[in-house]
């Protein structure tokens, strides 16, 4: 392959592609089979990606470090909390009047359902190369896991929800919405005991632009 070829293959996507299986409405509640086989195998990768990082032991995703926080104070598994946090945002929902759709119903369970599933076959590690080696292939899960669900189109999950009602009431800027609640997220959750590392830090570079990436392979797999 020239290197013309190999740039292109990586180029990454602007936005959200519609693909094959994509919904034409994200409140569809009769999709296509290979739109749900879209939505349930990227919400399994995606809880695929933050158990791998909670075994590489240096930092996750700011809403697992919440999950994590809340699991260090309470008798609460890590996903059993993460169900629990997407619940109680869920509810935030309410006076934002925004509606939830199968993907976020989906999105609650299925993440959470991965994670207690697949930690026990996740290896921990203790030295750091392993560490930023594994925390990497966590973050590559979560944003491939990630383009499945976001072109499946059937519904935000509920923390995405949460930020873009907020933004819609508000009028701030999205970018200030979201760090401000990730920064908030965070800062609970390593209050509580939840841990925030090296791998927190390259998740919150790394994820935007290999998720990019990964819309812009299913975006020419699924043509």
């Not at 180029?11 to 086989?37: E, G, M, Y």
């Not at 700011?62 to 997407?86: D, H, K, M, Y």
Request: positive net charge.
């Amino acid at each position: 392959m020239s290197k013309q070829g190999i740039l292109q293959l990586f180029r990454p996507a602007h936005k959200v592609p519609q693909t094959i299986w994509s919904s034409d409405r994200p409140l569809n509640v009769r999709p296509k089979l290979s739109t749900i086989l879209a939505l349930v195998s990227g919400l399994w990768i995606f809880g695929t990606g933050e158990a791998i990082l909670i075994g590489a032991g240096i930092g996750v995703s700011p809403w697992t470090v919440l999950a994590q926080g809340i699991s260090e104070q309470t008798s609460f598994t890590v996903g059993l909390s993460t169900f629990i946090v997407g619940v109680l945002v869920l509810f935030l929902w309410i006076p934002l009047r925004e509606t939830p759709g199968i993907g976020t119903i989906s999105n609650i369970v299925l993440i959470s359902l991965a994670i207690d599933v697949m930690e026990p076959f996740i290896p921990e590690q203790t030295n750091l190369f392993p560490q930023l080696i594994q925390s990497l292939i966590g973050i590559i899960f979560v944003a491939i896991g990630s383009a499945f669900y976001l072109t499946a189109n059937l519904g935000p999950g509920p923390r995405d929800g949460w930020m873009t009602g907020i933004q819609k009431r508000t009028d701030w800027p999205i970018g200030r919405v979201r760090a401000g609640i990730e920064i908030s997220v965070l800062s609970i959750g390593t209050f509580l005991g939840g841990i925030f590392g090296i791998g927190t830090i390259m998740f919150a570079i790394g994820i935007g632009p290999i998720l990019a990436i990964c819309l812009g392979f299913v975006k020419k797999w699924s043509i």
